[in-house]
């Protein structure tokens, strides 16, 4: 909630955070999180540390969405995971 402009509200049977679109939802259980990452950075961050991250096996996987297994990173780790995932949320802006 400290990324700026951020929003909480319910999502299926998870909180989804937004921005002008969502970009991460926790689960019930707080367990893990969903992030919106692009397949590339997916790709890397499961390289790196695929007991933490995990595509999603579907094709909303295949669009870069990656669960997060939270105890498995560090709070500066996830910081940066939401960081990546808030950055493609934000509005477009024209021009750019």
């Known amino acids: ?3 700026d402009g951020t929003s909480e509200a319910p999502h299926f049977d998870r909180q989804a955070f937004k921005v002008a679109r969502i970009f991460a939802t926790l689960a019930s259980d707080g367990l893990t999180a969903n992030l919106k ?3 590339d950075e997916q790709e ?3 390289m790196l540390a695929p007991e ?3 595509p999603i096996d579907n094709a909303w996987g295949r669009q870069g969405w990656t669960t997060v ?3 498995q990173l560090s709070v ?3 910081k940066t995971a939401l ?5 493609h949320a934000l509005p477009k ?3 750019r």
Do not use: C, H, R
């Open 1 to 3: 909630m400290s990324l």
């Open 37 to 39: 990452l692009t397949p």
């Open 44 to 46: 890397f961050k499961v």
């Open 52 to 54: 933490a991250f995990l």
């Open 69 to 71: 297994v939270l105890e």
């Open 76 to 78: 500066e780790e996830l």
């Open 83 to 87: 960081q990546m995932a808030y950055a």
């Open 93 to 95: 802006v024209k021009g």
